[in-house]
């Protein structure tokens, strides 16, 4: 179950400039931006370091109240930190330019939509922004519209795109994803359904897929870029299951076939094989691992690992160092190794959960519905950290960019900086 590397021999100028290549990547990675939902490629992964396991209230370098309520994660380049909120019924929603050092607002833009419903564990900005350090692209939606809006770094609209209504039962949930001169928004939903790629600089349509329709998706989908494939736009859907398109093209590569219930979590992609659940009720009900390599339908061929029990069903998965681990909204907490397909623990973490666990520097952080930050290690030896209280319900997951942490709860955002 490893990724295919191809075999190569390098020559000594070679070696030199991959090592060159290698300490600007080990470099770049001591101050990485996280400029969408889970970070860089969506795998929830950060080479960071310095963060504790334990802190108090004094040491946060700062603390912030957002105006109404989200459960969007902030997304950061450079200096500006762009996060979501709503106040209402929906009617108002914000997205916020912060700077990441000091909290001050640096702008905000406000979009105006209808009252609307939404899920008790949902709110009206749970779509987390996504940023190229050049723009920054966010998603609204009630009944009647779906909007995708592009402002520049000053705040100024540059483009909007209405996609239509959007009917599902929970809200909406997905977030937006840049790919080179791209910006895709997934749209599964129980009205007309579709993939579409928008030229990230003008808002023009450049490739539009249209999808199967059954109950709304809350996936981010992810970029992989497989040895012997190239490039795939991973999707999931419970009408689709997990599909592969080109991005470039939206011409679709392969599908599982579709999955027996919603999906929530997004997929990740690890140790050459993308993983994705569906479920409902709180409870993951099936997981497929897929080899990516296949084309047309795959459920027979390509799914090389398979789970039904103790699954998630809204946090997504991690994979890390050859282990798959599965954070449940209950709290039971599997850990896979990979080369085997044995679980090596499944252990319990008290608390519900709503977000989706981030790994830094080979720790666990995921935030529980009350508030709490859980923490374990990522290792095929379970080992568990006290909880840090931050008072206020959350169902947002952690952020870490440019030696910084961001917890963000239901009505407040904090900053925790890095120990040097």
């Known amino acids: 179950m490893k990724p295919l590397l191809p075999s190569r021999a390098f020559s000594p100028a070679l070696k030199l400039t991959v090592a060159l290549a290698f300490c600007l990547l080990l470099t770049t990675a001591q101050a990485e931006n996280w400029p969408r939902f889970r970070g860089i490629d969506g795998s929830g992964i950060s080479s960071e370091k310095g963060f504790p396991q334990s802190w108090t209230e004094k040491d946060y370098a700062w603390h912030k109240e957002l105006p109404g309520l989200g459960h969007s994660s902030p997304s950061i380049w450079g200096d500006n930190l762009f996060v979501t909120s709503a106040l209402g019924e929906g009617e108002t929603r914000y997205l916020y330019c912060l700077d990441p050092k000091t909290g001050a607002e640096k702008w905000k833009a406000e979009t105006k939509l209808k009252k609307s419903h939404k899920h008790r564990k949902g709110s009206w900005a749970s779509s987390t922004p996504a940023t190229d350090g050049e723009h920054v692209y966010v998603e609204f939606a009630d009944e009647e519209t779906y909007l995708l809006i592009c402002y520049d770094l000053k705040g100024n609209k540059i483009w909007e795109r209405n996609l239509g209504s959007f009917t599902s039962q929970h809200g909406h949930g997905s977030s937006p994803m840049i790919y080179k001169n791209l910006v895709i928004a997934t749209n599964d939903q129980q009205g007309p359904s579709s993939v579409t790629a928008f030229n990230k600089l003008t808002g023009e349509t450049v490739w539009k897929a249209d999808r199967a329709v059954r109950r709304t998706s809350y996936a981010t989908p992810i970029i992989i870029d497989h040895p012997n494939t190239g490039p795939q736009l991973i999707c999931v859907s419970g009408a689709t299951g997990i599909s592969s398109l080109d991005p470039e093209t939206g011409k679709v590569n392969w599908t599982t076939g579709e999955f027996p219930m919603r999906t929530v979590s997004s997929p990740v992609y690890g140790e050459g094989l993308i993983f994705a659940t569906c479920g409902g009720g709180g409870r993951g009900k099936l997981l ?45 907490v599997s850990c896979v190794d990979l080369t085997t397909q044995n679980n090596v623990w499944t252990e319990r973490v008290d608390g519900g959960y709503s977000s989706s666990p981030v790994c830094i520097n080979g720790v666990l952080y995921c935030m529980t519905e009350n508030g709490d930050v859980a923490m374990i290690d990522a290792s095929p030896k379970f080992k568990s950290y006290e909880k840090i209280s931050l008072g206020d319900p959350s169902h947002a997951t952690v952020v870490v960019a440019n030696g910084q942490m961001f917890l963000r709860t239901f009505k407040h955002l904090y900053c925790l900086n890095a120990k040097k």
Request: proline residues 9%.
């Open 288 to 332: 497929y691992g897929v080899d990516p390599t296949g084309s047309g339908n795959v459920k027979e061929t390509h799914i090389k690992y398979e789970r039904s029990t103790k699954l998630p069903y809204v946090p997504t998965p991690v994979v890390y160092e050859g282990h798959l681990y599965l954070w449940g909204d209950s709290g039971v």
